[in-house]
């Protein structure tokens, strides 16, 4: 209760500029395998080249996060509409530990572009007089091992994600230095951000479809200033098509004639 009051604080009073994506953890366990996942605003794909190396593609779009701020005076509302827009690339490796035990670990980059949009109204009239906007570039490198437990009806996952973040071609439009600062957007280009990301990943269904919920949380490691969302749940399905559920589909077909 007390971390979703926080959370709420938070984007009332900031201009939330990063928020991390849903984690691939596919825990694939064959050759040809594939995996997918999709959220509200995400969408993961992966394959199993061989055993031993997967590959994944990540997307996240239009993922929106509104709030309103007033201020001391309840003179003026000013609404903050953050939006992240993301597709990263990666490949890894993979290993079987047991009949349902999975190690991966997978590295990969991405870009993407965020962007942050000020108004402001007065609380009396209701009219807007003045309105901020701030886009950029990103990119990132990240590095993520997973480990979990996969099976017919449940998938149980543990994984961290370590993400390198830069911005890149800043445009800003009715922003003053003092608000950039102010909102800790100032100078963001010339910085480099670094997160530490656990995750906790569960699906639960049967085979081919279970239901996906993640918990990731988001921590800045090296000290920068910068707005950022620190927990982010994500509901979602899971799709799985393995060649293990086929030959078993044939052998119980086989056993019954």
């Known amino acids: 209760m007390f971390l979703i009051f926080g959370?709420?604080?938070l984007l009332q009073s900031c201009n939330v500029l990063?928020?991390?994506n849903m984690q691939n953890v596919p825990l694939l366990k064959e050759k040809n395998e594939v995996r997918v996942s999709c959220g509200v605003s995400d969408f993961q794909g992966a394959y199993a080249i061989t055993n031993n190396i997967g590959v994944i593609i990540n997307g996240q779009s239009n993922l929106?996060?509104?709030s309103s701020y007033v201020?001391?005076?309840n003179t003026q509302v000013e609404d903050h509409d953050?939006?992240?827009?993301?597709?990263e690339l990666g490949i890894g490796y993979l290993n079987q530990i047991s009949d349902s035990?999975?190690?991966e670990v997978y590295g990969g980059v991405g870009f993407g572009k965020n962007s942050i949009k000020n108004s402001f109204k007065d609380d009396s009239t209701g009219i807007f007089y003045k309105k901020e906007s701030f886009s950029a570039n990103t990119f990132r490198f990240f590095v993520q091992p997973n480990i979990g437990i996969t099976t017919d009806i449940v998938d149980i996952a543990f994984s961290?994600?370590?993400v390198f973040l830069k911005f890149s071609n800043i445009d800003t439009l009715g922003f003053t230095t003092d608000r950039l600062i102010e909102k800790n957007l100032y100078g963001v280009e010339k910085q480099n951000y670094m997160f530490l990301e656990p995750a906790v990943t569960l699906r639960f269904g049967y085979k081919y479809v279970k239901f996906h919920a993640q918990v990731v949380s988001s921590f800045c490691i090296n000290n920068q200033l910068i707005n950022y969302l620190p927990i982010n749940i994500i509901l979602g399905v899971h799709i799985n098509i393995g060649r293990r559920f086929y030959s078993n589909s044939n052998r119980n077909k086989r056993s019954l004639d």
């Open 7 to 9: 959370i709420v604080i």
């Open 18 to 20: 990063y928020i991390p």
């Open 64 to 66: 929106k996060s509104t």
């Open 71 to 73: 201020d001391k005076e």
């Open 82 to 87: 953050c939006q992240n827009k993301v597709l």
């Open 101 to 103: 035990k999975v190690l």
């Open 160 to 162: 961290t994600r370590f």
